[in-house]
């Protein structure tokens, strides 16, 4: 999808007009038991995801930041349903994948894929290459033709030679262990991926590569992605918008360039300071003070006034709404009497 669809897609969006997502996430809750004593009885809920709502369009890539241990992962996972969720729904153009049986969601697993962030946990040992890349066509029966050369024409489009067919992923350098993942991803042709902090593992010139690689198969297979990121140096590269979450919850939203550019949350705010910019003047860095709360029992009112730099007495004591202009969206009392309420 081109930036200009993007904004026509927005703003219809913004006048009323339905724009139907490809993804769309409501409300999701996945709260994980704590369990003790030796019935192990149920004494609390570490709240992962706790009411999240985002859409995602076909072609569209959405970045979602934020620190370690506020939930992305858990949220990737969910949507996939390889975590259970508490509350909510997740609909695939429409259809909730929540309220369907294993038998029913077996189809449409084949439309939703994943990129593991550690790029050599997440493959078999004990299989070759080809292996890899063919075991969803075969779980699925969809492997038609010779299966070495389906497995490279796979490897082709992640820049693999086919001389890699029978090699083991410890024969792989980490970049080439990713592209293979990638490769594992594409072979039921998806249209949407949850790509979990894809590069993270990788040297910084790899990185580049693998996200040149996956902007070149957004093009080519009309692809949409949920970009699972802790760096916002790489969200900018490949995000149409982008997500941040802190604690469980989204706390913004809005086109990437604006976010990053100019970030409303003091979360974002804080988040955006830390990017290093080659050539500029180093800006002044909004340290955050203390600990990332417990998700066990978060703070009352606005989860993050226990950190934050503008925190006003109101915070304490009352959940912010969200808050909506222009594509933009922010759940702040900041914003209290400058932007519009919205009900999500």
């Not at 609909?91 to 939703?112: I, K, W």
């Not at 955050?288 to 007495?313: K, Q």
Request: aromatic share 4%; hydrophobic share 40%.
């Amino acid at each position: 999808m081109t930036e200009t669809q993007l904004k026509n897609v927005a703003g219809a969006a913004e006048a009323g007009v339905p724009a139907t997502p490809l993804i769309e996430v409501r409300d999701l809750k996945v709260w994980f038991p704590i369990r003790r004593g030796v019935v192990a009885r149920t004494v609390g809920y570490v709240r992962a995801v706790d009411g999240v709502s985002l859409k995602i369009f076909r072609g569209e890539t959405v970045g979602l930041v934020g620190e370690s241990g506020c939930g992305k992962t858990t949220l990737g996972r969910s949507i996939l349903r390889l975590e259970k969720a508490a509350a909510g729904t997740v609909c695939l153009e429409g259809r909730d994948l929540l309220a369907l049986s294993e038998r029913q969601l077996r189809p449409l697993r084949r439309r939703m894929q994943m990129v593991f962030q550690d790029p050599f946990s997440c493959l078999n040992p004990r299989m070759t290459a080809m292996t890899i890349v063919t075991e969803g066509l075969r779980q699925h029966n969809l492997l038609e033709g010779d299966r070495a050369e389906v497995a490279a024409n796979l490897l082709s489009e992640v820049g693999l030679d086919s001389d890699a067919l029978y090699r083991y992923p410890h024969e792989f350098s980490g970049g080439q262990r990713q592209r293979l993942s990638i490769a594992r991803a594409l072979s039921l042709h998806p249209d949407f991926i949850v790509c979990d902090e894809p590069v993270s593992a990788l040297d910084v010139s790899v990185q580049a590569q693998v996200i040149n690689l996956l902007l070149d198969l957004r093009a080519r297979h009309g692809l949409s992605y949920l970009f699972i990121s802790h760096d916002l140096s790489v969200v900018r590269l490949i995000s149409h918008r982008v997500a941040v979450m802190y604690l469980g919850q989204i706390v913004e939203t809005g086109p990437a360039a604006d976010v990053i550019g100019a970030p409303l949350h003091p979360y974002t705010q804080a988040l955006v300071s830390a990017i290093p910019v080659p050539g500029r003047k180093k800006k002044k860095r909004i340290l955050l003070e203390g600990d990332l709360p417990s998700p066990v029992h978060p703070p009352p009112g606005c989860r993050f006034h226990t950190r934050c730099h503008r925190a006003m007495d109101i915070c304490s004591r009352r959940e912010p709404k969200l808050y909506a202009q222009r594509g933009r969206r922010v759940q702040c009392h900041l914003y209290e009497s400058k932007l519009e309420a919205v009900e999500d």
